[in-house]
């Protein structure tokens, strides 16, 4: 299992799109995933129809214990391989809780969560207390940024918030890697790219993941993209499932 915490310091990046098109390569490939939702926004809650009537990740995090998380996990309504720990508005109050070693809190409360492949954590964006959290409970942080003007500063704030929480709260945590998303084909977006694929060679992860309406289509219809039948869903599934591959074969061995 390798726990990957989907980040990014700007809104509107497409962030909730990387995390979705990550589990549904995960279920296309039959393989089992947890997707926990970080976000008070809650976004990736609502396309897999989770059911806020059950324990959510306010009543994780606000409880703290270890292995709670268990009581949160529920199926989503993608059907089996995707699991979700729903988000709710009210978790934004976690982030002005007070107390000792809360940044472990996350980590503590996912204590004994086997059998899945993968787990997903949908970071809100900004560097506050449930990022943290996400942060520190991950194998590898996946940084996802847009071919614009602010990509190099976002891309560049975020990786430093990594090394900060790995430093501070988790030695293990270690970058994945840079998407960029929202890609269309311009000079601009072709001269952005170039940008940060020189700025950071290796982190960046290429191809950029298209800009397609069929990934707002898909989301609408609360499917994932692999379920859907065009080109442009197609080219869509082969992104996705290689950028999966990179960060299955990233998973630590654990004792």
Do not use: C
């Amino acid at each position: 299992m390798i726990t990957v915490s989907v980040v990014s310091l700007k809104g509107g990046v497409g962030k909730t799109s990387v995390v979705l098109g990550l589990a549904g390569a995960a279920q296309a490939a039959g393989l089992r995933v947890l997707v926990v939702d970080l976000d008070p926004q809650a976004n990736t809650s609502m396309i897999l129809e989770s059911d806020l009537s059950d324990f959510t990740m306010n009543d994780v995090l606000a409880d703290g214990g270890r292995g709670v998380i268990a009581d949160a996990i529920q199926e989503s309504g993608w059907g089996a391989g995707v699991d979700i720990v729903p988000s709710e508005l009210s978790l934004e109050r976690r982030n002005t809780d007070t107390g000792e070693r809360l940044e472990h809190r996350l980590a503590r409360a996912m204590e004994g969560v086997r059998g899945y492949d993968l787990v997903l954590f949908d970071s809100p964006p900004a560097l506050n207390s449930l990022a943290i959290n996400g942060l520190a409970a991950s194998d590898r942080a996946l940084v996802v940024t847009e071919p614009t003007v602010f990509s190099i500063v976002g891309a560049q704030k975020a990786l430093d918030a990594v090394d900060v929480v790995r430093r501070n709260y988790n030695p293990r945590l270690r970058p994945a890697g840079i998407v960029i998303n929202k890609a269309r084909r311009s000079a601009e977006h072709e001269f952005r790219i170039e940008e940060i694929r020189q700025s950071y060679a290796d982190l960046v992860w290429l191809p950029a993941i298209p800009d397609r309406s069929v990934t707002f289509q898909a989301q609408g219809a609360f499917v994932p993209v692999q379920r859907w039948r065009s080109a442009a869903a197609e080219e869509l599934r082969v992104v996705f499932a290689d950028f999966l591959e990179r960060l299955l074969s990233m998973a630590p061995r654990r004792r």
